[in-house]
């Protein structure tokens, strides 16, 4: 017989999942304005990028080069485009696989570091790669980047078509990331994070499992740069610097690092917030770090481990008053 709590559990998740469905749904029938669309595209591109992340980090590593890893799919994709003539499913695919390709090759370098060395390694690494962004002009223009990238299908011409083209491709990346995370390998992934020589004496290929998350995660996050380029019909190094990777990993300590659905309230966070500041462009900076370090230390849960404990604190006063 099923537990009653993992039962109601369910039934808040699937409440809280339709609810997000809806919103996403109708968001662009209620606000039909380009720009709010686009801001839409730009929310459930960005997912892609976190809950990618959320996957390294359920394995007890803080990348700071995801975002690098994304640009070298972006610049491939686009390359393979409009210097090769490659049509776009082949050239984003190819640009996944070279940020695939490239996170198994330091993978399993890096992925033996732990705490503020994996960290410190990843913020060079990702450094090494936007140097090289710069440095080669002939291929990547430079600083300046590439610009006015083609429309390369249809719908990218179509703002409303995008997002609900953007809004499939995210689901589906979420929908990857849900599957390892509740499959015996998410269970493996909680072991090697909670105790990675306990795991190793267990049997557990600790550094194969951790190399294949990292490869994963990468390519994962390279469909959000191939999409994101299209979207804005620019490239430049300063998209995949260490900021953009610092903001992936707010949103995931924002929303909550250890919940599926931490990356998705931080990634509405992170989008929506600069919007709704756009008056007070000075002070967004200081506001993210006001906030940033009220959750860190109020709630090392996160949104979502706030919204934990508030129904478990109702649902224990409940029981407390039927008694």
């Not at 966070?269 to 993210?288: D, H, K």
Request: glycine letters at 10%; charged letters at 10%.
């Amino acid at each position: 017989m099923e537990n009653p709590n993992n039962a109601r559990s369910r039934v808040w998740s699937c409440t809280g999942l339709g609810i997000l469905l809806v919103v996403l749904l109708t968001w662009p029938l209620v606000f039909s304005n380009p720009f709010y669309v686009t801001l839409g595209t730009m929310l459930v591109l960005a997912t892609i990028g976190a809950t990618s992340l959320n996957l390294i980090i359920r394995t007890g590593h803080i990348s700071l080069a995801h975002a690098a890893f994304m640009g070298v799919a972006a610049y491939t994709c686009v390359v393979l485009e409009m210097r090769m003539g490659w049509p776009f499913w082949f050239a984003i695919t190819a640009g996944c696989c070279a940020s695939g390709l490239l996170a198994l090759m330091l993978g399993p370098v890096v992925l033996r570091l732990t705490g503020k060395y994996f960290v410190l390694v990843t913020f060079l690494v990702g450094e090494i790669i936007r140097m090289v962004f710069v440095e080669w002009q002939g291929i990547t223009g430079g600083a300046n980047g590439i610009q006015q990238i083609p429309l390369s299908l249809d719908l990218f011409g179509s703002s409303l078509q995008f997002y609900y083209f953007a809004l499939l491709v995210s689901a589906i990346c979420v929908g990857i990331v849900w599957r390892i995370l509740t499959s015996d390998l998410g269970r493996v992934i909680d072991s090697v994070r909670e105790a990675d020589r306990v795991a190793e004496c267990s049997g557990v290929p600790v550094i194969r499992i951790k190399v294949m998350v990292f490869v994963i995660a990468c390519m994962l996050v390279g469909i959000q740069g191939g999409l994101q380029a299209h979207l804005v019909r620019a490239i430049d190094p300063s998209a995949y610097n260490m900021d953009a990777s610092l903001n992936m990993v707010v949103m995931n300590v924002l929303g909550g690092m250890y919940y599926l659905a931490g990356p998705l309230v931080g990634t509405g966070f992170m989008v929506a917030l600069p919007e709704m500041l756009r008056g007070y462009v000075e002070l967004q900076q200081v506001i993210f770090g006001i906030i940033l370090i009220i959750v860190m230390a109020v709630l090392p849960g996160g949104m979502i481990g706030a919204f934990a404990l508030g129904r478990a604190l109702l649902r224990r006063f409940l029981h407390r008053e039927k008694a």
